[in-house]
């Protein structure tokens, strides 16, 4: 008979086994780093090569900073499964002693105001050591070591986990306050962020007092993250100020439903998540309050935890 503690190797192995194969989803992504120093451009630590020896050319390096970090962005929200960090073996190993994995949609603080997925206590020269992060939601991965100057070198990040759905995809029951062109609301959600405007894939409004957008969800969801795509050839200022609401009331077009958030600003061309905690709502409404505006998104995504409307 097979022992119980042989089995709970054997599952150990099974799942170590997995988690090597799994996809790498930091490969495709975009990095940055706090600063830069010499060659460590932070594309090395996704460069696919584990070498952990400085000359070898493939770990990361910051300049002695207040708080160094090093961020992916993902390009859409996925659930992250683990974290997987080789550390530097010629030299300086316990530099990272200390160092925060963070996961999640915002952009504050560079990102580093994320949710905390792990510490890395310490990690020995040259050594690779995955971290489970259990699920945990976001599109921007970060390893920042707070609270103290110091260097952060990573010779290999590996990101493993699965897309989080998009709950407004082609075919959701879109309005808007009037129609400027042929610039329909249903551009919003036609599955590209393509955002010039002779690429026609961007909405467009009359020049309104106070405009809107608003998709109906056609049932009651629970929103974790609102992702929306900015104009670029033209008038990206436009938007700063507007609204997203969530709520099941067609209240003044919807826009009497409770705020998610006010957005300052996107930059040109860009798309910027915004963070609504789960907000439930049938309806979600874009609003340029209180003033005469035109309104034009190239492309909005909502979150949820789990689903995925199919229309």
């Not at 010779?155 to 610039?183: F, M, Y």
């Not at 507007?242 to 600003?265: D, H, K, Q, Y």
Request: proline share 4%; glycine share 8%; charged share 15%.
């Amino acid at each position: 008979m097979i022992s119980l503690s042989l089995i709970i190797i054997w599952l150990a192995l099974l799942e170590q086994t997995r988690s090597s194969f799994a996809a790498n989803i930091a490969r495709g992504g975009k990095v940055t780093q706090s600063s830069l120093h010499g060659g460590g451009v932070p594309e090395r630590a996704i460069d696919g090569n584990r070498a952990s020896i400085w000359t070898q050319n493939s770990c990361t390096h910051t300049q002695n900073d207040m708080r160094p970090w090093w961020r992916v962005d993902l390009l859409k929200t996925y659930s992250v499964n683990t974290v997987t960090i080789t550390n530097r073996k010629d030299c300086c190993h316990t530099r990272i002693n200390g160092a925060e994995i963070r996961i999640g949609n915002s952009l504050n603080d560079n990102g580093n105001a994320n949710a905390r997925c792990a510490l890395i206590t310490s990690l020995p020269a040259g050594t690779t050591k995955t971290y489970n992060c259990n699920g945990m939601k976001g599109r921007y991965v970060n390893i920042v070591i707070p609270g103290r100057r110091a260097t952060l070198t990573l010779c290999e990040v590996e990101v493993t986990g699965q897309p989080s759905l998009n709950t407004a995809p082609a075919g959701g029951k879109v309005t808007q306050s009037s129609l400027h062109g042929d610039a329909i609301p249903e551009r919003a959600i036609d599955g590209n962020r393509a955002s010039i405007w002779e690429q026609n894939s961007c909405t467009h409004t009359q020049n309104d007092m106070s405009p809107w957008w608003r998709v109906d969800l056609l049932k009651t969801y629970s929103i974790n993250t609102v992702t929306i795509t900015n104009r670029k050839d033209c008038c990206h200022a436009r938007l700063n100020g507007a609204e997203i609401r969530i709520g099941n009331s067609l209240s003044n077009n919807g826009n009497a439903n409770p705020v998610c958030t006010v957005i300052l600003s996107i930059p040109a061309g860009t798309s910027q998540n915004f963070e609504c905690n789960g907000m439930k709502g049938r309806y979600v409404n874009i609003v340029i309050p209180g003033k005469q505006e035109y309104l034009t998104l190239c492309f909005i995504e909502l979150f949820t935890s789990t689903y995925r409307i199919m229309y």
